[in-house]
Each structure stands twice: as C-alpha cells, then as structure tokens.
Antibody
Framework: QITLKESGPTLVRPTQTLTLTCTFS??????????VGWIRQPPGKALEWLAL???????RYSPPLKSRLSITKDTSKNQVVLTMTNMDPEDTATYFC????????????WGQGTLVTVSS | QSVLTQPPSVSGAPGQRVTISCIGS?????????VNWYQKLPGAAPKLLIY???NRRSGVPDRFSGSKSGASASLAITGLQAEDEGEYYC??????????FGGGTNLTVV
C-alpha cells in the first residue's frame, strides 16, 4: 500500500523560509521511473505544481518559483523535503506531495495535504 | 491564469451527462502531451480519475471517461450522482512550464 504524508509548520511569518517534509511508504525513490512532487492549492484557487525530484536525483522546479524553491530526497528515510524561501501571505495554501510515475506520466498517489498559513 | 482553460463551473441533474473541457495550446496538449484528470473533494487529496487522455484508473467507475482532440481534452461523466459533486482538474505537461493544471471546474449536482 502506497501512502504519503506531509508535515511541517502550520504558521510561517512573512520573509521566513518554509520547510516541508513528505514521508512516504510502499515504494522506493531509488526505483527507476519514480518521482515525488509537490503541488499546492491556495484557498479557493487552483492546483499549482511546484517541484519534483526523480529517482536519479534530477530535480525540476516551477519556473516562476524556481529561485525560491529547493527539493531534496533522502532515500534511506523515504522522505522528500521542500524548502521555499521568502514566504509571502500569497503562499498561504494547502501543500500536497504526490508520487509521480514516469511510465504513466501521472500523479497517482497523493498525501492528505498540510495547510500552511503565512501571516505576521 | 492557468495555461489550461477549464469552465469555472458545470452542473447537471442526477442521472444526466456532463462534460468538462480543458483547452490548451501548442506548447502543451497540442504538441502531444497526455492529459490526466483529477477529482478534488473538499478537505481531501486530489484523486486521479483518468490518465493518458482516455485510461480510467483502476476502481474508477466507467461513468467517467476522457477524450482528447488537438489541443483540447474533455472529461465526461454519465449517470451523474450526488457523490460526484466537487472540483475537477485537468493536468498536462507544458514545454515551458513543466507540469501544469487547469483552473479547475466546480461540478454541482442539482
């Protein structure tokens, strides 16, 4: 059974750095064709892809946010960490991590999401 | 502003058929990238319904179907049920932006 779960702070101050952890089970990020991505949804708005890391350590970032994002993986711990710098109230959103499967090119398994509020 | 355009809302009566469109461009759907569809219910994680334009994920009722033509795609839901009420998102790949989602469509079962 594949599961993913996001963890991190629920409240972040403006200009601070957000660090979120995705802990997963039921698959390995060392398996060819597997990736883990981060997607967010601001309240009342659409889903937005942020970043993705592949089994081979290739990393991809949303171009508009690339300068603020970093994604890393710890295969031994089954974790993927997303950091976002210089947080703004507009970054208030529910942040999801999801498993990406290259052969089928989809995000098949998702975590439940974690709401992050940016406020002073 | 999403690069994949969806209608903000659609509605239908129980038992009816509704379709949700997803209009892209030559930098994403039109260049051959596949379209996936997700259902998002309030407070829940997005759920993959359709992948690779037309393939139903295991366990998804055959009331849900997907199609693609040119630079656009559609999700059709037949035999509408109250439990289908929620948000629906198309997703594809864009040459300049990587993975992209549509703006979402809110389905109301009236």
């Amino acid at each position: 059974q594949i599961t993913l779960k996001e963890s991190g702070p629920t409240l972040v101050r403006p200009t601070q750095t957000l660090t979120l952890t995705c802990t997963f089970s039921g698959f390995s990020l060392s398996t060819s064709g597997v990736g883990v991505g981060w997607i967010r949804q601001p309240p009342g708005k659409a889903l937005e892809w942020l970043a993705l890391t592949y089994w081979d350590d290739e990393r991809r970032y949303s171009p508009p946010l690339k300068s603020r994002l970093s994604i890393t993986k710890d295969t031994s711990k089954n974790q993927v960490v997303l950091t976002m710098t210089n947080m703004d109230p507009e970054d208030t959103a529910t942040y999801f991590c999801a498993r990406y499967f290259v052969p089928l090119k989809n995000f098949e398994y998702w975590g439940q999401g974690t709401l992050v509020t940016v406020s002073s | 502003q999403s690069v994949l355009t969806q209608p903000p809302s659609v509605s239908g009566a129980p038992g009816q058929r509704v379709t949700i469109s997803c209009i892209g461009s030559s930098s994403n759907i039109g260049t051959g990238y596949d379209v996936n569809w997700y259902q998002k219910l309030p407070g829940a994680a997005p759920k993959l319904l359709i992948y690779g334009n037309t393939n139903r994920r295991s366990g998804v009722p055959d009331r849900f179907s997907g199609s693609k033509s040119g630079a656009s795609a559609s999700l059709a839901i037949t035999g509408l049920q109250a439990e289908d009420e929620g948000e629906y998102y198309c997703q594809s790949y864009d040459m300049g932006l990587s993975w992209v989602f549509g703006g979402g469509t809110n389905l109301t079962v009236v």
